[in-house]
């Protein structure tokens, strides 16, 4: 686990400094939980948007970029229409998901936590409504059964307590829980959401497996899809993820 953790740091360290952006300058020359904690400073008190609005925010930050009336859903790859959303449970139509599970913390809908956790974008994709069950709160892991989205293979895998997306964006999910780490640290009455090297259960604030998702983080770099997203959510949000 302190292994993880020094990883997460030096690989902080090599991010921020590797991007010629005044948006991070308040962290130069800082290392390990110092350059942690200038981040969290950085990335916190966002604006936040109702959880309707979040449908606008994806439709724009995940469009397909082959068809701009398209949307492009995380774990099948799937490129619908973006007004194809699923509010009467259609199972060929897109949900949000919550990458990092929002019983893991507890900020469900109607708790303290609802904004701006609730609704941060950077956590949310856009996803068949039927992989979004699929998924619902596992822990990230390699292996298991193929997934179907209704009768079609996916290039996903699941067990009973884990789930493995699709290659192409394994490195995106990595990214987006190691920035609910660096972002949500406990204050501003928010849990301090922790990765582990291990196996998680509701509610505790935890996600794991950390050491796979490191593994996904360089197996797949941000590519202009991802790096696009992260300008789209920073137009709205005002803050960025420095895993990008």
């Not at 010629?20 to 962290?27: A, D, E, K, R």
């Not at 936590?113 to 941060?120: M, R």
């Amino acid at each position: 686990m302190k292994k993880s953790l020094f990883t997460i740091l030096t690989l902080l360290c090599y991010i921020t400094f590797s991007q010629p952006n005044t948006y991070y300058s308040t962290t130069f020359g800082l290392t390990g939980e110092d350059l942690k904690t200038a981040l969290h400073e950085i990335i916190k008190d966002h604006t936040s948007f109702s959880y309707t609005t979040t449908k606008s925010i994806l439709r724009d930050a995940d469009e397909d970029p082959n068809n701009p009336s398209n949307i492009i859903l995380v774990y099948s790859g799937n490129s619908i229409d973006k007004n194809d959303f699923s509010s009467n449970f259609e199972l060929d139509f897109w949900n949000r998901e919550h990458v990092w599970p929002k019983s893991h913390g507890d900020f469900d809908a109607g708790d303290p936590f609802e904004v701006p956790l609730y609704t941060d974008a950077h956590n949310l994709k856009p996803v068949d409504a039927s992989m979004n069950t699929t998924r619902g709160e596992k822990d990230f892991e390699n292996g298991g059964s193929v997934v179907l989205n209704g009768s079609v293979e996916t290039d996903c895998f699941t067990t009973s307590s884990t789930f493995e997306p699709r290659d192409e964006v394994k490195g995106d999910i990595a990214r987006i829980i190691l920035y609910m780490d660096v972002r949500y640290e406990g204050g501003s009455n928010e849990p301090n959401l922790v990765p582990v090297d291990g196996l998680t259960s509701y509610p505790n604030p935890q996600i794991g497996v950390l050491s796979t998702l490191l593994e996904w983080h360089e197996q797949d770099p941000p590519d202009g899809f991802e790096k696009r997203r992260n300008d789209v959510i920073y137009e709205w949000q005002g803050n960025r993820n420095p895993f990008i």
